[in-house]
């Protein structure tokens, strides 16, 4: 058989959507034997050297699981991103655009409902692609008292298992790239490990106490017993904590700073800076505003956020 420059999107459109349409049963028939030979010959529509629009697509939620994906499976796969780099993941109305998406995406990446819960009913409902939901891989690793907190990406061991999961779901379905895809893990954990020798080293250097205006940095500090989330003012939802926890929060004397997820704080945050007598630090958890290409300089740029709040007098 001769290449065929379908995709395997093409030939399940071809086998399960033109069925609808098919008036006469040999041309069922016809559709289904040639779907399934194609299905057999699948990696072909992959290889190198075909149109980029026969590369599977996979469609990732946010910034940090894309950084993760790029350096995956960049040089093989689409990747596209479903949530502007802006977006607050945990709440915003979904598009069709990105409806769209998540019915086309050979693979799907996402963290879960507790991070990204408007996707969680359409992702539900599509079922057509295959579905990492990285909140719920094996070996990810949560610290104890977070289990609101799902910004896992933010711990790089939680990273290496997200990257592994992919390496595994693409060399699945890919067979032809499986070799690529492990190479690319191996410079991928090197990355990772190098990192963690450089944080151990920043962190071990002092403590920094403070307090964070969104519970988002559990999942980082927990590597460091030097580095002190005391409290958080916001929930997950952007909902201010309850009266007991804020009076809790607003009773700490030892606070080295606030940490504010973007340059703009909130009025709360700006009020107990200033009845504290600290600086705000910027702290993005999801490198939106930040350059970083690569998965572990969005955890560096997170690091230097903290390390910025011991410098602050
Ligand atoms: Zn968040």
């Known amino acids: 058989m001769e290449k065929l420059s379908l995709s395997i999107v093409d030939v399940r459109r071809l086998v399960f959507g033109d069925m609808l349409y098919c008036n006469a049963l040999n041309k069922c028939l016809w559709l289904i034997l040639f779907g399934v030979a194609a299905l057999g010959s699948q990696p072909l529509a992959s290889e190198p ?22 350096e995956i499976a960049g040089d093989l796969i689409e990747i596209r991103q479903l949530l502007p780099d802006g977006e607050i993941p945990h709440h915003f109305a979904i598009r069709l655009s990105q409806h769209r998406l998540i019915t086309n995406a050979d693979l799907l990446l996402w963290v879960g409902e507790g991070m990204e819960a408007p ?22 690793s949560t610290p104890a008292m977070s289990i609101a907190d799902q910004h896992i990406w933010l711990n ?7 990257a592994r999961a992919l390496v595994t779901a693409l060399g699945e379905k890919y067979p032809v790239y499986a070799n690529r895809l492990t190479g690319n893990l191996a410079i991928f954990a090197e990355r990772v490990q190098d990192l963690e020798t450089e944080l151990d080293t920043l962190f071990a250097q002092s403590t920094i106490n403070c307090i964070a205006e969104h519970d988002a940095y559990r999942h980082f500090a927990a590597n460091f017993p030097s580095l002190r989330i005391l ?15 804020l009076a809790r929060v607003y009773g700490h004397k ?31 958890p999801l490198g939106a505003s930040g350059e970083s290409r690569v998965y572990t300089d969005l955890i560096r740029e997170v690091a230097a956020g903290f390390s910025a709040c011991n410098s602050s007098e």
């Open 49 to 70: 050297g075909l149109s980029p629009q026969a590369k599977p697509l996979v469609v990732t939620s946010i910034k940090p699981l894309t950084l993760i994906a790029n």
């Open 231 to 245: 409290g958080s003012l916001y929930d997950q939802s952007g909902i201010l904590v309850g009266p007991r926890e």
């Open 254 to 284: 030892q606070v080295d700073c606030l940490v504010s997820e973007t340059p703009r704080p909130s009025a709360q945050v700006i009020n107990l800076a200033s009845k504290l007598g600290v600086n705000v630090v910027t702290v993005d």
């Open 119 to 140: 996707l969680a009913a359409t992702i539900e409902r599509a079922r057509n692609s295959d579905t990492i939901t990285a909140s719920g891989l094996a070996g990810i």
């Open 156 to 162: 790089p061991e939680n990273g290496l298992v997200i």
